[in-house]
């Protein structure tokens, strides 16, 4: 019997389109992804959208196991959230501070599940709002960064873009182990099948 079907930290299906033309996360719906214009409405959607995936991701943790991981050497489901706001949250006041002498550490952020979730919902919504109010001519604006260095912003984007969706990923490897996305032995879509291609190796291979 093959695994039950997976959501996983896939952007696209996290996001619709609101009736104020944003995108939420909380559907599986598909936006209409081919309609999107602009290097920003990228930037929003896969910013949102991977902020949604890991939000839906810690709802499905239970409370006691909030604290849980593979090992001491990988993250918990409370870290990997508060690492993705971390982030978040300082890339958001390098972009919007521009004195880097007025940056301040981050804020304590509650150990509790469900008021964490919210606070990275909070900040998901904050990034929205940020990359709404750029325009493509301030993405060549530069920043000082954390270490001192200056950036455009445009690099400060990708790198967030580049964080959440990492985090997603450790989140949503968190669920598997858990049992909360899937039953049964891994599987996972391949193109071979996809295609049909005749004699081709069964993937995944047997594990040792």
């Not at 300082?90 to 004195?99: I, P």
């Amino acid at each position: 019997m093959g695994r039950a079907k997976r959501l996983g930290p896939v952007a696209h299906r996290e996001l619709v389109t609101t009736q104020r033309g944003g995108c939420g996360w909380r559907s599986e719906i598909k936006p209409d992804i081919e309609r999107l214009q602009s290097e920003l409405e990228v930037f929003e959607v896969m910013t949102a959208g991977f902020v949604g995936s890991i939000v839906r991701a810690a709802h499905q943790v239970p409370d006691d196991k909030w604290n849980w991981s593979f090992s001491e050497g990988t993250p918990t489901p409370r870290e990997v959230c508060e690492h993705t706001f971390l982030w978040l949250w300082c890339d958001r006041q390098q972009v919007t501070v521009f004195d880097r002498s007025l940056h301040r550490p981050t804020p304590e952020l509650p150990s509790a599940r469900v008021p964490m979730i919210r606070v990275l919902e909070v900040e998901g919504e904050e990034w929205r709002r940020l990359v709404r109010s750029l325009t493509t001519a301030q993405l060549l604006d530069e920043r000082e960064s954390w270490d001192g260095e200056f950036r455009n912003i445009r690099a400060f984007l990708f790198h967030i873009g580049q964080h959440v969706i990492y985090k997603a990923g450790q989140m949503w490897m968190l669920c598997y182990g858990l049992g909360l996305d899937g039953t049964g032995p891994y599987a996972a879509p391949h193109p071979n099948e996809i295609y049909l291609f005749p004699d081709v190796s069964p993937w995944p291979a047997p594990r040792p």
